[in-house]
């Protein structure tokens, strides 16, 4: 079986709620699109656990990216000379990725050991960028955010990073006839798409499947697909003011 799961955002319980429904087998695969880290309290339990599952095949998110800039930056070390050549975009850097929530991600990483945080860097650095995955004759192209600058005749691979994890995709569009049944995004908790009712859920219209159901935020919750029988899974919703 293949299951989905994207933008678990440091929410390690939901992960592992999710994780028991699924019961994941050895021979299934879980496609992990991105935005492990960041927001919620434990960014870090939640890579430690992937990396000791070999079936589960990480995508990158646009918070995967700013962790690994800014956490790269961050583990050397503080000299004056480092000071004075900082310069302004790994300041803007810094600066953006804290207003995106990686505290809980720096005081996790901060307690792991340095041949930890090696691992994890290593880790980090090889996320995949998409994933074109064929079950029951339909073809799924699986991606964070997806297809800035979109044209029909552009090929995968000439997509760049920023066009395909911090772009965000038209849900009121079909991009493609006959290439790929569907496209699977995280990045856009579905909450946003106009009509979309509390608690949140998946996502699926004009061959879109969108399953970021805003794990960290109000009225949300974690959401995994399983592409061979179409079943959603859910954590708890979070409480509504
Ligand atoms: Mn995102």
Redesign the pocket.
């Known amino acids: 079986m293949i299951y989905v799961m994207s933008?678990i955002h440091g929410e390690y319980d939901k992960f592992k709620e999710v994780l028991k429904q699924i019961n994941l087998q050895k021979e299934d695969l879980l496609y992990v699109l991105?935005?492990v880290v960041d927001r919620g309290p434990h960014p870090m339990e939640i890579l430690l656990k992937m990396m000791e599952m070999p079936n589960v095949i990480p995508i990158a998110?646009?918070?995967e990216l700013m962790a690994l800039k800014c956490l790269r930056f961050l583990n050397q070390e503080i000299t004056d000379e480092s000071i004075d050549d900082l310069e302004k975009e790994m300041l803007d850097d810094l600066m953006m990725w804290q207003m995106n929530g990686s505290k809980s991600t720096i005081d996790e990483y901060r307690r792991l050991t340095p041949d930890m945080r090696q691992e994890v860097m290593e880790y980090l650095t090889d996320f995949e960028l998409y994933q074109e995955v064929s079950v029951n004759g339909k073809e799924y192209l699986l991606v964070?955010?997806g297809l800035g600058n979109y044209r029909k005749d552009k090929d995968m691979e000439e997509y760049d990073l920023h066009e395909l994890?911090w772009s965000r995709i038209d849900y009121e569009k079909s991009y493609y006839e006959d290439f790929y049944d569907y496209i699977i995004t995280?990045?856009t908790p579905t909450l946003t798409i106009p009509g979309m009712a509390t608690p949140a859920s998946v996502y699926r219209k004009n061959q879109h499947i969108a399953i970021d159901c805003g794990a960290c935020f109000e009225g949300g919750r974690l959401a995994a697909i399983c592409l061979d029988t179409g079943e959603e899974f859910y954590s708890q919703a979070n409480m509504q003011k």
């Open positions: 933008d991105g935005d998110g646009n918070h964070h955010g994890v995280g990045h």
